[in-house]
């Protein structure tokens, strides 16, 4: 079963407005990744926030995490056409070395 | 620095074949995962390998098997091919075993008839 939850499962939105895409995870963790996905390619690494960090900034990302409420959220500002792709966040359980993955939320930005 | 490289791209089998799947790794990087890849099931961890042992195993049947080799690359091979084996499998290597960061190779697509 997957570790994760996102939410939403698809987001349409126009260029320049931003996107907020929230996932869910399970049990405790050491990390939390998040990675992009186009259409039939490989998966891309675009952050990792560790358990003790609260917030992280990369360009046009930003992503916060609760481990509290054993959630994260990625910000994308700004959006722009070349950001459509599935976004997936992934953990890595404190008792584990495996990367466990969310189902995505495919982000469409229309120009 | 040379990226994740999977071999072939795309594939075409018939139930009841085998297949092999090749992933050289990025140079350097020891562990070396697979990931299966479907619609409806998203991205189900396989196995992983480092310096040539198994270290991780998902849920998967027997049919699936892997190994490593002493260079890092590794491969994976399917067995008695089902109609619902037909995926997008995605290799990832990592060299830092404390994040977990992973680099995923552009996958090989496998279509089962």
């Known amino acids: 079963s997957q570790q994760g939850e996102e939410d939403p499962q698809a987001l349409s939105i126009q260029e320049g407005e931003n996107a907020t895409m929230n996932c869910s995870y399970k049990?405790?963790?050491?990390?939390l990744q998040w990675y992009r996905q186009n259409s039939g390619r490989g998966l891309v690494h675009l952050i990792l926030i560790r358990s003790n960090e609260r917030e992280k900034h990369s360009g046009r990302l930003r992503v916060t995490l609760d481990t509290s409420k054993k959630s994260s959220s990625l910000l994308i500002t700004a959006s722009r056409a070349a950001d459509t792709a599935s976004y997936f966040c992934a953990t890595i359980q404190t008792s584990g070395s495996r990367l466990t993955f969310g189902e995505g939320t495919q982000l469409t930005v229309n120009p | 620095k040379a990226g994740v490289t999977q071999t072939p791209r795309y594939l075409i089998k018939t139930r009841g074949q085998q297949v092999t799947l090749s992933c050289s790794p990025i140079?350097?990087?020891?562990?070396v995962s697979w990931y299966q890849q479907t619609p409806g099931q998203g991205l189900q961890f396989l196995f992983e390998y480092f310096s040539e042992t198994q270290r991780n195993k998902g849920n998967f049947p027997g049919r699936f098997s892997g190994r490593q080799f002493s260079n890092s690359r590794s491969e994976m091979n399917v067995s008695t091919l089902e109609l619902g084996d037909s995926a997008l499998y995605l290799c990832?290597?990592?060299?830092?075993?404390?994040?977990?960061?992973?680099?995923f190779g552009e996958g090989s697509r496998l279509t089962v008839l």
């Open positions: 990832a290597s990592s060299g830092q075993r404390n994040t977990g960061e992973l680099f």
């Open positions: 049990t405790s963790i050491n990390n």
């Open positions: 140079s350097g990087h020891r562990s």
